[in-house]
């Protein structure tokens, strides 16, 4: 990071968190503090609504899958047009009409106090283990390419969140992913474009499409179907929105971003804008990676991109020999690539990529790990190629990626804390003000909670594998229960609590004995949840 | 709660719109990944 990054970055985070109070500062309800004395307009919703779900290591990793795998990843988001369209016609009108400030709220008044309140526990668990890895996700990426420590990272991230988040609540937090999601996009747009721009003068954009296509990179969409395989289009459209469908329906760090709205309207407005927007957005950053990858055919790319695992291997007597056969394959594959190009399928490509495919798996082997440098793909082309002021742009997005979401979770878990637990079940008539400073000391707790269990990431392995399997063990019951209780009118609350009870063991016995994609998780669990809650006895009249 | 949307009149025809969208979307993506992918 040269001198002119920082400014980018300090200014961006400043006039970020600035604007945020300022758009917050007549905060005087907790109404205001926890729902924007449900005054949002769609756009801001929106916005939030994306900048929410676009975590860091989303950022970051999604442009290395794309170079790695393909952008058969986009399907996964496949689903996501098809919940919000159901989440538009059903459960905004009766979170609104309801007059609700959480979904687990709408279950006492649908069902029974102990639903609310078993749901609004695994919530807690379920977001309160994320929300330290989201925090640590970013850090440990930035340590390996900036040497920054992974600790100090994470408290300067968590206290500068915690701080607008605490002091503005949710409009604070909607106003500044708002402006973090701009960051984002710009930050993406400039990315791409500067990856285009810096492939070999002779290399044309379709011929970068063609290069990306011959190694298998622009995969969009898989036909074929695969129980185990969560990146076909089948998988994505039913599964993705049966995904979808619990994410944002069920799960308070999404559903406070629309129950912000002035109106039905502006809330189903916020969601159909994301049904629309969000796959060209992945499809952009999928993109991002793949003419990437096609940038590392023409200039060398690392051995491996994980600077500290390269360093390992460079120690090993294995290693001169290793690198000399990846040297190789990138000529192979190099010389290849211009025969694309030329019209003429020499063999050389795909001789030469594979070459390099084994050199990395041997030089990770050298130091006894597998090769995952996913997540390091991208910053590596980032902090090595962008000029001046760009990184500084992009590192400002990243930081916009993880604030944006990290300040949704503690704002979603101070509202239930307060909300479904404390003014239900311990101080139930207390006046609005000591409310107020209740969900403000919980935004603190919760804060201070995030950054104190963040390096419980470290043990975790691949970190966006761990939150998005840790989310689809609970997901699924917590969507049957909702669909019980929007679809099933006559199933009472024993019956829905009892079903949530088995389906909630049903995941866990699908994920400790079976191999099905987690995203399938949601489906099993959702159903299971449903069948038993309808089988259930009615009580006698 | 009937406020219309601003766009085509009613909510049905705007859930109906995205979900073309979606399979226009689909659609384009598979002529994406049939022209360049191998």
């Known amino acids: 990071m040269r001198p002119l990054d920082w400014a980018v970055l300090a200014a961006s985070l400043a006039f970020i968190i600035a604007y945020g109070l300022w758009k917050s500062r007549r905060t005087s309800t907790t109404s205001d503090y926890l729902l924007a004395g449900r005054q949002m307009p769609w756009y801001a919703m929106a916005l939030s609504i994306m900048a929410t779900q676009a975590s860091a290591i989303t950022f970051i990793s999604t442009t290395g899958q794309a170079y790695m795998d393909g952008m058969r990843f986009v399907q996964f988001y496949f689903g996501l047009p098809l919940a919000m369209i159901l989440i538009s016609a059903f459960v905004v009108p009766a979170f609104h009409g309801s007059g609700v400030y959480t979904a687990y709220e709408y279950l006492e008044q649908r069902f029974d106090a102990k639903t609310r309140a078993l749901v609004s526990v695994i919530f807690l668990i379920q977001r309160g283990l994320a929300v330290g890895v989201a925090l640590y996700a970013p850090a440990i990426v930035l340590a390996v390419i900036f040497g920054w420590p992974e600790e100090w990272t994470t408290v300067i991230m968590g206290v500068l969140t915690v701080f607008y988040t605490a002091a503005g609540g949710v409009k604070a937090v909607t106003w500044t992913d708002f402006q973090q999601m701009l960051i984002m996009m710009a930050g993406l747009c400039t990315a791409l474009i500067m990856a285009v721009w810096m492939l070999p003068s002779d290399v044309s954009f379709t011929g970068a499409l063609t290069v990306a296509g011959a190694a298998g990179r622009l995969n969009a969409v898989v036909t074929s179907f695969d129980w185990n395989d969560r990146y076909n289009v089948w998988n994505g459209l039913l599964g993705g929105m049966f995904l979808a469908l619990a994410y944002f329906g069920c799960d308070q760090s999404q559903v406070q971003r629309y129950l912000t709205g002035r109106s039905i309207a502006q809330s189903r407005l916020s969601l159909l804008f994301n049904a629309v927007a969000k796959i060209p957005m992945q499809f952009l950053i999928l993109l991002t990676g793949a003419v990437v990858f096609v940038f590392y055919t023409f200039e060398k790319p690392p051995l491996l991109f994980h600077a500290r695992e390269l360093e390992a291997a460079q120690k090993h007597a294995g290693y001169a020999q290793v690198s000399e056969r990846f040297d190789r394959g990138f000529e192979l594959r190099r010389t290849g690539a211009r025969d694309l190009l030329a019209g003429k399928d020499s063999g050389g490509f795909t001789r030469g990529q594979r070459a390099i495919d084994e050199a990395r798996r041997d030089a990770a082997r050298l130091t006894g790990e597998t090769v995952n440098d996913t997540n390091y793909v991208f910053l590596t082309f980032v902090t090595t190629y962008l000029p001046a002021g760009v990184v500084g742009l992009i590192m400002a997005a990243i930081f916009a990626a993880a604030m944006s979401t990290i300040s949704a979770e503690i704002n979603s878990l101070a509202t239930v804390s307060v909300i479904d637990i404390y003014r239900r079940f311990l101080a139930r008539d207390a006046p609005d003000r000591h409310y107020l400073s209740a969900s403000r000391w919980f935004t603190l707790f919760w804060g201070i909670y995030a950054v104190a269990t963040a390096r419980l990431g470290r043990g975790l392995g691949s970190l966006i594998e761990a939150v998005n399997q840790l989310g689809s063990l609970f997901y699924g019951s917590m969507l049957g229960v909702f669909v019980v209780a929007f679809l099933f009118k006559r199933v009472g609350g024993t019956a829905a609590f009892a079903g949530m009870l088995v389906g909630q063991a049903v995941i866990f016995a699908a994920a400790k004995f079976t191999s099905i994609s987690f995203l399938w998780f949601n489906v099993i669990g959702c159903l299971a949840v449903v069948a038993v809650a309808l089988a259930w006895p009615r009580p006698s009249r | ?38």
């Open chain 2, 1 to 38: 709660m009937n406020e219309p949307p601003p766009v085509l009149g009613t909510w049905k025809r705007l859930y109906t719109a995205v979900a073309l969208y979606l399979a226009v979307v689909i659609v384009l993506f598979s002529l994406f990944t049939r022209a360049f992918n191998r």
